[in-house]
Structure formats: C-alpha cells, structure tokens
C-alpha cells in the first residue's frame, strides 16, 4: 500500500493531477529542480552519475508515488549535480506487469518534467533478438515499437500535459545519440550499435516463437519499459537518449531457460560501461 492505495489502483484525471501536484510540490520544497533526468532499470542502479551536493528520498517517502515492486529497482529518487547540470535519479522505475495502467506507472517522469526536466536519459536491460549481439553490448535505441496493450496518453486530456496526438516520428534524439557515440569513444567503450526496441507487456518471457515474430517484426532487442516514459517525455517535449543494456540473446532455435537473477546479475556486470558512457553524456549536452 502507499498512501492508501493498492498497486495498480488508479483513479480518474483529477485525481492523477492532484498526484503529480502533491508530488511536485514536495520535491520542489526540498529544493529539486532537474534539468537532465535519468530513468534506470532492473539492476542498473549503478549506472547513475556521481552526483555532488546528493540528496536522497525514498519512492515511499514522496506524495502520489506509486510502489516499486519489481526486482532490482531499488525506489530512490537521487538528485544533484554532476556535468555541470542538476540531475535527478529514478533509481528503479514501474511496469504494466506489475499492475499498473502506464499512466499510473509514468507518474513520476510526469513529476520530473514538471519540475523542468528537459533531457531523458533512460537506460534498461533487454533481451537481444540480433544474433550478432552479445551480452553486455549496449544498444542505443534509434526507435521502438509498443506491444504493450496501454497508452499513458490514453484519456488524459489536459493542455497543461501537452499534446495528445504526440509525434512520434523522432521519438529518439539523433544528436544525443551522437553524443553518446562521442562519450563512448572518450571513455575507450565500445562503439554502442542502434537498434529498434520492442517493449512487451511481460511479465512472462518470449516463447521461441514469439522471438522469432520480434524479429520479424524488425526488432533488435525487446523488454517490458521504456517505451510508456518516453512517450510522456515526448509530450512533455524532452529530448530523449534510450540506451539498452543487453542482458542475453534469445536465440529461437536454442532457447534456454532464463531466470531473473541471471538478468540482474548481466544487468549489474553492464552497470559499468552504461554508468561511463551517460556519463559522458552529460557534458556534450550543451553542444547536442
């Protein structure tokens, strides 16, 4: 429960307003003003930033926040400054398979656009469906197809939100991506590649021949995020930079078993390199 409320309940409109308000006025009062917001996914934590002058609170601490529940996600909001800019961490995020609808689960990126936010540097462990990869690659995501049956758009209308009908032509910030090509090579990384991420609702895994459909599909990497927050960057008009960190290859024709601590564990082996390169990221910004 938090503040009353069940995972995966949600209210109407006004309610979700009221939320975000509360949430909003919170986080200002302690002095939160974020210019480049990171999202980071299952086991990930440790590709944060080093931030000066941190400061720390709990998901649970913070009004209108939902609950994290899924594993590796640790509920903490961290903000500060690193790269000459004010961050802010969401150290762990929320998911459709968890229960909520996608509205309820991009309430607090909704909170960090509000705030100021402009910049959305999102990271995530995914499944690779391109045989050419390996674990532990990171793929920058050059676009996206939704699989999940929900929209976070979906019956919110308010001006105050942005667009309804958002363009989703450029969802994905070529000039970011060219950053963190520049960030990898001054920190002696791998060339990240590009690829299209598929986001599925989960919480079960692919099937080896749903795999092969992905691929069919067009897909390099799939995953169960990412795609419901960028959205809402997008209407909210942040520039976004989505990096996956690939965890395994799904290999249809000799599927083995994969087990969540396994993902964690590639997810935290990755956190290094993913932490170097959005790093890096930061102080290009003004020049992106």
Same mark, same amino acid.
């Given at each position: &429960? ?22 909003? *006025? ?35 601490? %913070?009004?209108?926040?939902? /609950?994290? #529940?899924?594993? $590796? ?18 150290? $762990? ?7 909520? #609808? #996608?509205?309820?689960? #991009?309430?607090?990126?909704?909170? &960090? ?24 690659? +990171? ?5 996206? %197809?939704? +699989? %999940? ?34 960030? !990898? ?14 986001? /599925? ?11 092969? &459909?992905?691929?069919?599909?067009? !897909?390099? *990497?799939? $995953? ?7 959205? /809402? ?15 395994? /290859?799904?290999?249809?024709?000799? &599927? ?7 993902? +964690? ?24």
């Amino acid at each position: &429960m938090k503040n009353g409320r069940a995972t995966g309940q949600e209210g109407g409109a006004e309610e979700y307003r009221q939320r975000v308000e509360a949430a909003c *006025a919170f986080l200002a009062g302690r002095g939160l003003a974020p210019q480049v917001v990171y999202v980071l996914g299952s086991g990930l934590g440790g590709a944060a930033p080093g931030l000066a002058r941190q400061q720390t609170v709990a998901y649970g601490d %913070i009004p209108g926040f939902p /609950v994290a #529940t899924a594993p $590796g996600h640790s509920g903490l909001l961290r903000w500060g400054t690193a790269g000459g800019r004010q961050v802010a961490v969401l150290d $762990g995020r929320f998911h459709f398979y968890e229960g909520y #609808t #996608t509205r309820e689960a #991009t309430l607090p990126l909704r909170v &960090m656009a509000m705030l100021g936010a402009t910049v959305l540097l999102i990271a995530s462990a995914a499944g690779g469906l391109d045989l050419t990869m390996r674990p532990g690659d +990171l793929m920058l995501v050059r676009d996206h %197809i939704n +699989l %999940i049956p929900d929209n976070p758009l979906r019956g919110l209308v308010d001006d105050c939100w942005g667009e309804r009908f958002v363009d989703m032509s450029q969802a994905y910030d070529s000039r970011l991506r060219a950053a963190a090509k520049e960030a !990898a090579r001054a920190a002696a990384l791998p060339a990240p590649r590009e690829g299209v991420y598929v986001a /599925v609702p989960g919480p079960s895994l692919e099937t080896p021949a749903e795999t092969k &459909m992905l691929r069919l599909f067009g !897909a390099d *990497a799939v $995953g169960m995020s990412t795609v419901p927050e960028v959205i /809402v960057a997008r209407q909210a008009g942040m520039r976004v930079l989505a990096l996956a960190v690939i965890v395994n /290859v799904n290999d249809p024709e000799q &599927m083995a078993p994969i087990r969540v601590e396994e993902v +964690l564990a590639a997810a935290g082996r990755a956190a290094s390199k993913a932490q170097r390169l959005l790093a890096g990221v930061l102080p290009l910004l003004a020049n992106a």
